[in-house]
């Protein structure tokens, strides 16, 4: 299994970022499935504020039988232990059409030039199934601004009538529509043989 980590500067100044271990765990019922630890041994300098580093580890861990897992991820960074807990599901097949999944996103459509936005893009499944998409490529932006931001080559477990947050805009980033005017945001969603557009309005007063 080949896993990928972003690990985020969510300070309010740039920093390096020194990561020095890592420990993977597999979970079933509070039950110590498989365990992995080892070192990093990676330095990234001048991290900017919401900016991310990429580490990628392949790991020898087989799931043959269909279902749920609790995937326990902890990073050392600047000295500090991070840790995450996220599901891993087995699956046969992935789905690929995304005729059941919906664009959603709090941004506001209306505020003042200057003020603190803060917004997410979610995928939500409007339906009562599990859908587990393997998104090829995902891309948000900002227009005229040349804001823009790419995921590619992720997968999502969208349980029934429930959402995921895919991309987060911090208040940090402002200065990217500061200026009074009027703005669309664009999220574009693909997978190996369906994609979707979203599109929505935005109105800043000065």
């Known amino acids: 299994m080949h896993i990928e980590l972003r690990v985020v500067n969510n300070t309010a100044t740039v920093k390096d970022l020194r990561i020095t271990g890592f420990k993977f765990s597999v979970k079933h019922d509070d039950e110590i499935l498989w365990q992995d630890e080892g070192v990093f041994n990676s330095v990234w ?85 599990d859908i587990y998409l393997k998104i090829e490529q995902m891309t948000i932006s900002i227009l005229p601004t040349p804001f823009s931001s790419e995921r590619r080559r992720f997968r999502i477990w969208l349980q029934p009538f429930s959402r995921v947050e895919v991309f987060r805009f911090h208040p940090w980033n402002k200065q990217v529509i500061s200026k009074a005017g009027s703005y669309k945001m664009n999220v574009f969603v693909k997978t190996i043989s369906d994609e979707k557009f979203f599109e929505t309005n935005i109105q800043v007063f000065q």
């Open 45 to 129: 300098e001048k991290v900017g504020v919401g900016d991310s580093v990429h580490l990628q580890k392949d790991i020898e861990l087989k799931l043959n039988t269909p279902g749920a897992w609790a995937l326990n991820v902890a990073v050392t960074v600047n000295g500090v232990d991070v840790s995450k807990s996220v599901p891993v599901v087995c699956i046969s097949e992935p789905t690929t059409d995304l005729k059941d999944v919906e664009v959603y996103t709090d941004i506001p459509n209306q505020f003042f030039a200057g003020d603190d936005i803060e917004f997410s893009v979610y995928l939500q499944n409007a339906s009562n199934r």
